[in-house]
């Protein structure tokens, strides 16, 4: 059914109205994690473009240890560490997509 629709935009259809993580994104579109990750920076530019109706929003990881929030991190994965305590107890970050 959706067939016709490239992976970017069954990647934004899937974060429509929802906060998913780079492996929830991939089991609901079937593609690899890493395949995500490598779309998801495009995604965001292309949604960036003013005459976008949608907007690609992000939840920042978080330190489970200390509680240190990855809050300024402009690249689109889970760090894999903590810069504050070093642990690597590290919440996945979330994305989602949601109307301007
Ligand atoms: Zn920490």
């Known amino acids: ?12 259809e899937a974060l429509k109205g ?10 609901a579109i079937g593609v690899k994690e890493k395949e995500v ?12 473009k003013s005459e976008s109706a949608f907007e690609l929003v992000t939840e920042p990881s978080e330190c ?7 809050s300024k991190r402009e690249r689109l994965k889970t760090p894999s560490k903590c810069p504050v305590c070093r642990s690597e107890e590290i919440t ?3 994305f989602g ?3 301007r």
């Open 18 to 27: 929802h906060s998913l993580t780079a492996r929830e994104i991939s089991q």
């Open 37 to 48: 990750i490598e779309h998801l920076p495009h995604i965001s530019l292309s949604l960036g």
């Open 64 to 70: 489970l240890e200390c509680g240190f929030v990855f």
């Open 1 to 12: 059914m959706d067939s016709e629709l490239t992976v970017r935009q069954r990647i934004v």
């Open 92 to 94: 996945e970050m979330r």
């Open 97 to 99: 997509v949601k109307e």
